[in-house]
């Protein structure tokens, strides 16, 4: 009974492994089945005049084969790709380049999927997306829906921190590496106010990485390079790009620095400036002062201001406040103050 149990947990796993390498050889058939592409990277950053490496791979259906060509297009804004740069079919090229010499397949050969190219003197204008297409018998073909994009970049980028006197600090420029065939040289130049330009040298460090150089500058600020212009050159053999900032160098406490600058923007002003600026404000101050009292004066004299006069005593009585009217009460006898039947002030 052990061994028919034995014999039969056996079996088991002998069916399962076999479902387990059955189901593994669909899924490879499957990935060989399918229109698929892939870029590495997706985005290549290329600098004007130079060289862009696309690294291209793709699959297509085994009933695909053979493959007549592959195409490239050129997308509009409206992420319409219709204007053909490249066909690997054309006879006339047997180095599998276009028309025009500017793009060239590195590998001639379709059937080992590969489809990286090299995109030469790059311009402004050959910025944006590109889609490839491949074409191969039985009408089967395909304009790949993901596609690669290309990116300008006139300028290396410079990343600066605060800078603060006596801190050790670290200057970084970044350039674009999109063509093997010139890598980036990357130069520091500095420019002291009343001192010529001069290379730094010492305390650089490069890291290179696929698709750029980084350069970092390590330096310990002081007051004297305030205001200094620090420059990044980038050169590609003929090609060069260049980048530059002006350093702030913060020195001392904040206090300091604020008093400082307050210091030298009345410098930039100049005595007379500031002169006519004080006396400005003081001609201004006393037309306000005079324009004010002589606005308080009148409207102290006409606010609810009223003359009422007593006919037998034939004396003026002013009322300040709000206006009261009268009345004569008809009564006989001597005249007096008092109120009316309805409140009003009168007198007899």
Known sequence: MDFISSCVLLLLMVLNMSAGILAYS??????????????????????????ALISCNFTYPDKAEPIQKILLYACN????????IFNSNEESRRDKQSETGQIEMLETDPHKNNCSIIMKDINVTDEGEYAFRVEGSNTKKITYPTRFKISIQEKPIMDIPPLREGEPAGLNCSAPFPCPETPPDITWLIKIKG?????????ITLATFKSYYLST?????????HDATVGCYVTYGHVEISTSRT???????????????TETFLKKL??????????????SAVIFSVTLCCWVSCHRANKHKGLTANPDTGVNLEIQGPQTKLQRCSRGGGSSWGRSRRGHLCYY
Do not use: R
Request: hydrophobic share 40%.
């Open 26 to 51: 669909c899924f490879i058939q499957g990935q060989n089945n399918m229109w698929h592409i892939t870029f590495n990277p997706q985005e290549v950053t290329a600098v004007p005049g130079l060289c």
């Open 77 to 84: 804004k409206n992420e319409i790709c219709n204007k053909k």
């Open 195 to 203: 001192e010529p330009a001069f290379k730094l040298q010492d305390n």
């Open 217 to 225: 500058l390590a330096l310990t600020p002081s007051s004297k390079l």
């Open 247 to 261: 350093l702030e160098v913060m020195y001392g406490n904040t206090s300091s620095v604020v008093i400082q600058g």
């Open 270 to 283: 100049g005595l007379s400036t500031i002169l006519t600026f004080l006396a400005g404000m003081a001609c």
